[in-house]
């Protein structure tokens, strides 16, 4: 199994400044073939299920504010909220759609200071 | 746009069987990957397994000896069952859509609904 591991489990940042997640994999995750790697972000607020942010570790959803960025290859991916907006408060998760078991990162809580 | 509501008992007796229901609206089932996947309260997700609507399966190993993925193309559902219970199956079940490939992520997801295994 890949084991999805996510720094830090929980981080506070001020209105307006920087978040950053991140999300390492025991093993790569890029397939040379297509040239991609299959990794993606969600958001999941209280009570709702996740949300898909990001796919192929930097493509953002349709609809998705552009705030929210991801960056990474290999093993090693970034979920960076560029200004925290109030409404950014949530768990967030890495997940690896390379091979099965699918399988996610432990979490990132990110809350206001 | 596509809308995913799971349904089925939210109580279940230590060693009955877990069933579940995903119904699948604005959209056909046809051409896509569905999966089931969970989360124990308070904790992380864990991914249960996959169907394509033809039939073909896919499952995490953790559970494989327990678990069957089902679907009903006429009805527009697929379906869960986990045999065995234990408190260890307690949580939120999710089920969702994938794309028209299984290597895919997890574009659309239900609501969730929370079963507990309690005698």
């Known amino acids: 199994d890949i084991v999805m591991t996510q720094s830090p489990d929980s981080l506070a940042v001020s209105l307006g400044e920087r978040a950053t997640v991140n999300c390492k994999s025991s093993q790569s995750v890029f397939f040379s073939s297509n040239n991609k790697n299959f990794l993606a972000w969600y958001q999941q607020k209280p009570g709702q299920p996740p949300k898909l942010l990001i796919s192929w570790a930097s493509t953002r959803e349709s609809g998705v504010p552009d705030r929210f960025s991801g960056s990474g290859s290999g093993t090693d991916f970034t979920l960076t909220i560029s200004s925290l907006q109030a409404e950014d408060v949530a768990v967030y998760y890495c997940q690896q759609y390379y091979s099965t078991p699918r399988t996610f990162g432990q979490g990132t809580k990110v809350e206001i200071k | 746009q596509v809308q995913l509501q799971e349904s089925g008992p939210g109580l279940v007796k230590p060693s009955e069987t877990l069933s579940l229901t995903c119904t699948v609206s604005g959209g056909s089932i046809n051409n896509y990957y569905w999966s089931w996947i969970r989360q124990p309260p308070g904790m992380g997700l864990e991914w249960i397994g996959y169907i394509y609507f033809s039939g073909s399966t896919n499952y995490n190993p953790s559970l494989k000896s327990r678990v069957t993925i089902s679907v009903d193309t006429s009805k527009n559902q697929f379906s869960l069952r986990l045999n065995s219970v234990t408190a260890a199956d307690t949580a939120v079940y999710f089920c969702?859509?994938?794309?028209?490939?299984?290597?895919?992520?997890?574009?659309?997801w239900g609501q969730g609904t929370l079963v507990t295994v309690s005698s």
């Open positions: 969702a859509r994938l794309s028209y490939y299984d290597r895919s992520p997890f574009e659309h």
